[in-house]
């Protein structure tokens, strides 16, 4: 990570801010992957409508599992959309509510979400959506956190800077 390497060499400390992750619930239905060539595989061989909402970037990972039909979500036109076949796109920004889930997935007959772990609660509607329907999430772990404290409250992080900030 550049940040670790920058702060190391500048002898500077470092901290960083996250959101906690997601930890699954009674009623998930989550296959945790560390790739998003483990997300494509975990589809399985069944033909299956998918739901991408793991961001625009890597789609070629399911272009070799064209046996299923993707619904990807997207902020912006992703790059390798192209190289999905049976495909549709949606380009909206989050947050999304429960309601608005609920209906998407029920009207595309999703049966499985694949997302990242990004923790928060601007797109965790789509967790909730998939339990209440009974959905398999594949879901993408975080990478390794890196070497530096890593908090998720906004005062532990202050509080950290106001201990780290160095005398008048």
């Given at each position: ?105 029920k009207r595309e007959r999703i ?58």
């Amino acid at each position: 990570m550049n940040a670790v390497a920058a702060c190391r060499a500048a002898g500077a400390p470092l901290v960083v801010f996250t959101r906690p992750p997601w930890t699954r619930e009674p009623g998930d239905r989550w296959t945790e992957v560390q790739t998003i060539e483990e997300a494509a595989e975990a589809l399985g061989e069944t033909p299956r409508t998918a739901f991408l909402t793991q961001g625009r970037l890597k789609l070629a990972a399911f272009a070799r599992a064209p046996q299923h039909r993707y619904v990807v979500r997207a902020i912006d036109r992703p790059a390798e959309i192209e190289l999905l076949g049976k495909c549709k796109l949606i380009l909206a920004r989050g947050p999304f509510s429960l309601a608005d889930e609920l209906e998407l997935m029920k009207r595309e007959r999703i049966d499985a979400l694949v997302t990242k772990n990004s923790g928060g609660r601007a797109t965790y509607a789509k967790i909730e959506a998939a339990r209440a329907l009974k959905i398999e999430v594949v879901i993408l772990r975080r990478p390794p956190a890196p070497e530096a404290e890593t908090l998720d409250d906004l005062d532990a992080v202050m509080a950290w800077i106001a201990s780290h900030r160095p005398p008048p």
